[in-house]
Nanobody, 124 residues
Framework: QVQVVESGGGSVQPGGSLRLSCAAS????????MAWFRQAPVKEREGVAVIDTSTSRTVYDDSVKGRFTISRDLNKKTVYLQMDKLKSEDSAMYYC?????????????????WGKGNRVTVSS
């Protein structure tokens, strides 16, 4: 049974940092994309970053380029999202998504498995 479980998040002041973790288990293949999405109140879920876990190739949304870093630990089957220089507009529920089916990386329909989400709040 495939499971995707996020951890981390919390509250931080503007300019601060947080790290999210996403542990994936139950996959029969080690070759799959994993991504982070976020959803703020009354907004649609949007793609933040994606990583190819076999090549480590990454893509970021323009809004987080230079501030967020997605990475993976193959041994731990875990993907991380390091978030630096956080802004109030980064406040949202953050979701981990796994196993892209070849679709557009920032489309929610491109992923088969999802975590339940972790809240990130950036406020002074």
């Amino acid at each position: 049974q495939v499971q995707v479980v996020e951890s981390g998040g919390g509250s931080v002041q503007p300019g601060g940092s947080l790290r999210l973790s996403c542990a994936a288990s139950g996959f029969t293949s080690s070759i799959y994309d994993m991504a982070w999405f976020r959803q703020a109140p009354v907004k649609e879920r949007e793609g933040v970053a994606v990583i190819d876990t076999s090549t480590s190739r990454t893509v970021y949304d323009d809004s987080v380029k230079g501030r967020f870093t997605i990475s993976r630990d193959l041994n731990k089957k875990t993907v991380y999202l390091q978030m630096d220089k956080l802004k109030s507009e980064d406040s949202a529920m953050y979701y981990c998504a796994a196993d892209r089916n070849g679709g557009i990386w920032y489309s929610t329909s491109s992923y088969r498995y999802w975590g339940k989400g972790n809240r990130v709040t950036v406020s002074s």
